[in-house]
């Protein structure tokens, strides 16, 4: 067993997804992710260009849910278009469902998209997200219900759908899935979705067990790094109130 | 004019493009206005909000043309989940980045405008309208790529909330996105603007950088001046979004006759005026 916390080991991992990207928007949506893009940008990636969430791209690297105390400039709603079809930024998505070959949902649940089980967000920007720049995806509950064999509607788009697509889909690039359990990516032959590394204290067999459809596994597959004194530091002083550990419990 | 005065302009059956978005800046006198009206069979184009979701429990709508409906703080518009779950209202869904096509495919009076977002997505599936098209140049390698054919979004009307305005329908916008609204606007046959405060037009580039002046008379057949209009969305730096307000009007929606009740608060024998001093108390 370890006494490191799931979440900071969580937002290593996601701050390791924006590793090398260098110069571009990096998007990262939701509590954790907005944390490990922040983390990234504090200590191994300080050319990542981030908004506050809103309409600014941030100056310094605030703490979540604090303004930034400079503003570095203006990307209002229509400009993330410009940015997106351009191709500079790489996005961190959640997902309701995501299949093996990266296909993601956030619109529906149900077979029948004109009158669904749960309506949830919508297509939201998925589709040209995924067609247009790299995207990786942050999954805080791994189960068997995101984790499915066929999501009921393809908003993100997977390796297969691009596949079909052809010559248009040459942006389309899956990074990473991170999880509350491990590490994923499409690093295989088919490009099906890989069991990268598993988390301190989870085994291979819990995290199978939590999925839909079968990892590819290749070999041992090795434990997700620990974070170091400096991350813990830097993750301490960008949530202070600990918001992370209310989404990912230890 | 008056919230009245815009939806005696509107008829059944109308598309409706809604200016803000999410629960910001968005026109929620007329929508309360639209909500006390007989008006019905509505399509409405929105980068929805609470304006979707009571049109919804209103009865208003018959088809919502969206790529998401949220209250941002509350993530998903429960009175839009149940017209969706309940088969109530139709849909046509798209990405979002589709929606700023169609509605600058419309402003700009060509047919469509091409983009490669909704290829390989199941948009191309469950909307039969969407068509792709065939790029006439070669792209890398000699290829002719296939992309999305976004078709113009054309509105009968559009309705938009900002800060100021003049008279003659110069429109300022303080806070820090202008999103859609000049689109919506440049999209639709008739165009109504409300705002917080009509300013003589001197006072526009006293109160803000000349880029805030976003609308521009050209764009605008109306002005309602409508104070605390966006309520309970937001219209920074005017004010905050009411979040005690919204957290009551989304959870009405889990109570039986919840929607009733709501109404019977906060619409119904209630004109603008009164709502707003009703707030306030």
Partial sequence: MTDVARADVCAVAIADCFRGDGEILA????????????????????????????????????????????????????RMFDVVWGGRRHVMMGAAQIDRYGNQNIASIGADPDRPMRQLLGFRGAPGNTINNPTSYWIPRHSTRVFVEKVDVVCGIGYDRAAQVGAAARFHELRRVVTNLAVLDFETPDRRMRLRSVHPGVTVEEVQAATGFELAIDGEVPQTRLPTPEELAVLDRLDPEGLRHREVPS | MSEADVVARLADGMTVGIGGWGSRRKPMSVVREICRSSLRDLTVVSCGGPDVGMLCAAGKVRRVVFAFVSLDTIPLEPYFRRARESGAVAARQMDEGMMLLGLQAAAWRVPFL??????????????????TVTSPYPGPGGVHEELVAVPALHLDAAIVHVNRADENGCGQILGPDPYFDDLFLEAAAQRFLTCERIVPTAELTASGPVQSIRVTPLMVDGVVEAPGGAHPTSCVPDYPRDEAFQRDYAASAAEPGGWDAFRKEWIDGLDERAYQEKVKR
């Fill in chain 1, 27 to 78: 998007n990262p949506i939701g509590t954790l992710p907005t944390l490990g893009g922040r983390l990234a940008r504090e200590l191994h990636e300080p050319r990542l260009v981030m908004t506050d969430g809103e309409a600014c791209l941030i100056g310094d690297t605030p703490p979540l849910g604090e303004a930034p105390a400079v503003i570095a400039g203006w990307n209002p709603y229509r």
């Fill in chain 2, 114 to 131: 091409p983009t490669r977002a909704g290829l390989g997505s199941d948009l191309l599936r469950i909307d039969p309208e969407l068509r």
